[in-house]
C-alpha cells in the first residue's frame, strides 16, 4: 500500500482470501447469528418457578414454604441450607431441572432457608451468627408450620457445611431425624489448589476482610475459575457452540452461566472465619472448632446422615467430603458417591435421573 | 477451495480438542507452584493497598461535603435491624407462651372431662341411695299413732330452707354437665 492507494498484490491478496459464495452454508450462517443472541442478547430463563410462600423473615432472610397446598406423603418436612454466597434459586432452577421440585412432587414437605444478599452491614455477620441465631429458629418454624414432630435438614455445599456444624449442636435440642447432605466439606487438609493459594504467608485474608467488609462475589468467583482456566473461559463457549442448534442444550447451558455468574457477597466476618478456621487451620474436623463458645464435636451426630460426594468435583474434592461419615454416631451412616462435578450434582440430566429419585427414596425410607 | 465449506464453530472445536489438553497441563502445573501462590498474594496485596486509598479518600471528600459515608449509612441500617431482632425475640416469647396456653387449656378441658365423670358418678350414687332409703322406708312397717310424735304448730323453718335448697342444688349440677 502506497499514499493510501490499495498496490496490485494488495488486492490480490484480499482476493485470496475470500471465500467462494458456495463456501459459507446458510446454515453455518444461522449457527453464526444464533450463537451470538444467546451469547448477547437473549434474555436469562426465568429460575425458581416452584410457588412457595415466605413464613418467617431475620434480616434479609426468609424462609420458604414450597408448593404449601400440595398433598404431602411424607410426613417428615425437610429444611434446604445453602452456601453463603449463591441465590437460593439454584436448588430450583427451572421446571424439569429442579431437586426442589422433583421432591414436592414426590410428596414431600419442602423448605428452604434464603439468605438473601449481605449488605455492609452485614460485612460483621459470622458462620456462628447464622448457625445460632438463624438455622435453630428456622427449624423451629419448620415444626411449627408443619406440625411434625421431626425433621430432616438438607444442606447443600457451604450450607451442609454449616448443617454439619448445627446438628452436632442440636441434635439433643432439636428433633432432627435426617442430615442429607451434597458436596459439602469437612475435612480441609487437603482442599486441592486452594490449599496452596488460601496459605496463611501469602493470602491476604484480614487487609481483605477490612479493606473491603463484605467479598465481592466476583472475586470468590474468579478463584473457582481459576481452578480449571481454560474449561471455564473458553471452553464454556466452545460448547455452546458445538450444541447451538439444540435448543434443550442452550437452555440447559444459560441457566448454569446463570448459576455461575449470580451470585452473592460473602459477608465479611463470616468469610475471615471460613477460610482460617477451615481452610487454614482445618478445625472442624479435628474436633477443636467453637460456635460462640461451644465445641463442635462431630460425634454428637445421631441423625441419619446421607453423604452424597461428587467424584468429579474440582471445587469440593471427594476426600474432603468423605471423612464426615469416619466421625459421626449416626446408625444410619450412607455414603453415596456420583459421577458429577459440584453443579451437576444437583442439576442436569444425571441429577434428574439417578440422584433425585435416589434422593427421595433414601427420605422416604428414613421418614418412617 | 471451492469445494470446501467454511464452518467456523467446526474450525474452533477442533483447535480447542486439539490444544485444550496440553494448555490445560501446563497451566495446572504453573497453578500449583508455590511462586504462583506468592504473585497472587502480591497482586491482593497491591490492589488492596489502592482499594484502602481511595476507600479512605472518598470517606475524608464524603465528609467535607456532607454527604454520609457507607459505614454511616449501614450503622443506620444495623440499628434497623437490631430492632428487628428485638421484635423477633418478643414473637418468639409470645410463641412460648402461646404453647404454655395451648397446653394449659388442654389440661384444662382434661380436668373438666374428669370433673363432669365424677359429677356423673356421684349423681348415681346419690340416685342409688335414695331408692335404698325409700326402699327401707317402703319396708319398715307404719308406726300407730300414739307412737307418732306431736307436730309443732308452727313449721320449722328447716323445711322451708330444705325444699328451696333442692332446686338449686338440681341446677349446680345441670351447670356443672
Known amino acids: 500500500m502506497s499514499n493510501g492507494v490499495p498496490t496490485a498484490s494488495f488486492e490480490q491478496w484480499i482476493e485470496a482470501m475470500k471465500l467462494p459464495e458456495e463456501a459459507v452454508l446458510p446454515q453455518d450462517l444461522e449457527k453464526i447469528k444464533r450463537f451470538t443472541e444467546v451469547v448477547t442478547t437473549e434474555s436469562d430463563p426465568q429460575v425458581g418457578q416452584t410457588p412457595k410462600e415466605v413464613i418467617w423473615t431475620k434480616n434479609k432472610s426468609k424462609l420458604y414454604h414450597y408448593a404449601p397446598h400440595a398433598?404431602?406423603?411424607?410426613?417428615?418436612?425437610?429444611?434446604?441450607?445453602?452456601?453463603?454466597?449463591?441465590?437460593?434459586?439454584?436448588?430450583?432452577?427451572?421446571?424439569?431441572?429442579?431437586?426442589?421440585e422433583y421432591l414436592v412432587n414426590d410428596g414431600h414437605d419442602v423448605y428452604l432457608l434464603d439468605w438473601g444478599t449481605a449488605g455492609h452491614e452485614d460485612r460483621h455477620m459470622k458462620i456462628d451468627d447464622y448457625i445460632v441465631d438463624y438455622i435453630p429458629r428456622a427449624a423451629k418454624k419448620v415444626l411449627k408450620d408443619s406440625g411434625a414432630k421431626e425433621l430432616t435438614i438438607y444442606g447443600y455445599c457451604m450450607g451442609g457445611t454449616m448443617s454439619t456444624i448445627f446438628t452436632s449442636l442440636y441434635n439433643d435440642i432439636l428433633p432432627i431425624k435426617n442430615l442429607v447432605l451434597m458436596t459439602s466439606p469437612t475435612d480441609f487438609e487437603d482442599a486441592g489448589l486452594y490449599t496452596n493459594w488460601l496459605n496463611k504467608d501469602t493470602f491476604q485474608l484480614d487487609k481483605m476482610v477490612d479493606t473491603l467488609g463484605n467479598i465481592p462475589f466476583e472475586m470468590i468467583d474468579y478463584g473457582n475459575r481459576l481452578l480449571s482456566p481454560i474449561s471455564n473461559s473458553l471452553g464454556t463457549y466452545v460448547g455452546l457452540a458445538s450444541r447451538i442448534e439444540n435448543d434443550n442444550a442452550v437452555l440447559t447451558w444459560k441457566l448454569m452461566q446463570k448459576w455461575l455468574n449470580d451470585g452473592v457477597p460473602f459477608p465479611g466476618e463470616a468469610y475471615r472465619q471460613w477460610i482460617r478456621d477451615f481452610y487454614q487451620e482445618n478445625k472442624l474436623v479435628k474436633g477443636e472448632l467453637a460456635v460462640r463458645g461451644q465445641?463442635?464435636?462431630?460425634?454428637?451426630?445421631?441423625?441419619?446422615?446421607?453423604?452424597?460426594?461428587?467424584?468429579?468435583?474440582?471445587?469440593?474434592q471427594p476426600e474432603q467430603i468423605k471423612a464426615l461419615n469416619k466421625q459421626v454416631s449416626s446408625k444410619v451412616n450412607t455414603l453415596h458417591e456420583v459421577p458429577t462435578g459440584h453443579v451437576s450434582v444437583c442439576t442436569g440430566r444425571y441429577a434428574q435421573k439417578e440422584i433425585y429419585p435416589f434422593v427421595s427414596k433414601w427420605l422416604k425410607d428414613h421418614s418412617k | 477451495m471451492t469445494n470446501q465449506t467454511f464452518d467456523a464453530f467446526g474450525i474452533w472445536k477442533e483447535m480447542y480438542d486439539r490444544t485444550e489438553s496440553a494448555f490445560r497441563d501446563s497451566i495446572q502445573s504453573t497453578l500449583e507452584q508455590p511462586a504462583f501462590a506468592e504473585g497472587l498474594g502480591q497482586v491482593q496485596k497491591q490492589y488492596l493497598q489502592y482499594q484502602g486509598l481511595v476507600n479512605g479518600m472518598t470517606e475524608s471528600y464524603l465528609k467535607q461535603v456532607n454527604v454520609p459515608s457507607r459505614d454511616e449509612i449501614a450503622s443506620i441500617a444495623s440499628l434497623v435491624i437490631n430492632v428487628e431482632s428485638k421484635l423477633i425475640d418478643l414473637e418468639d416469647q409470645l410463641d412460648v407462651q402461646e404453647d404454655a396456653h395451648d397446653s394449659h387449656a388442654k389440661e384444662i378441658k382434661q380436668l373438666k372431662t374428669t370433673v363432669n365423670r365424677l359429677d356423673k358418678k356421684l349423681d348415681t350414687v346419690i340416685e342409688l341411695l335414695t331408692k335404698q332409703v325409700e326402699a327401707k322406708a317402703a319396708a319398715t312397717p307404719t308406726p300407730t299413732p300414739k307412737a307418732v310424735p306431736q307436730k309443732p304448730l308452727t313449721p320449722a323453718p328447716n323445711a322451708q330452707v330444705k325444699t328451696a335448697a333442692t332446686p338449686a342444688a338440681k341446677n349446680t349440677s345441670q351447670t356443672k354437665k
Open chain 1, 71 to 100: 398433598k404431602k406423603t411424607n410426613k417428615v418436612p425437610i429444611l434446604f441450607i445453602y452456601a453463603l454466597i449463591n441465590r437460593s434459586y439454584i436448588l430450583d432452577l427451572y421446571p424439569g431441572n429442579s431437586l426442589i
Open chain 1, 295 to 316: 465445641e463442635v464435636k462431630l460425634s454428637n451426630i445421631k441423625a441419619n446422615l446421607l453423604n452424597i460426594c461428587a467424584t468429579r468435583d474440582n471445587i469440593v
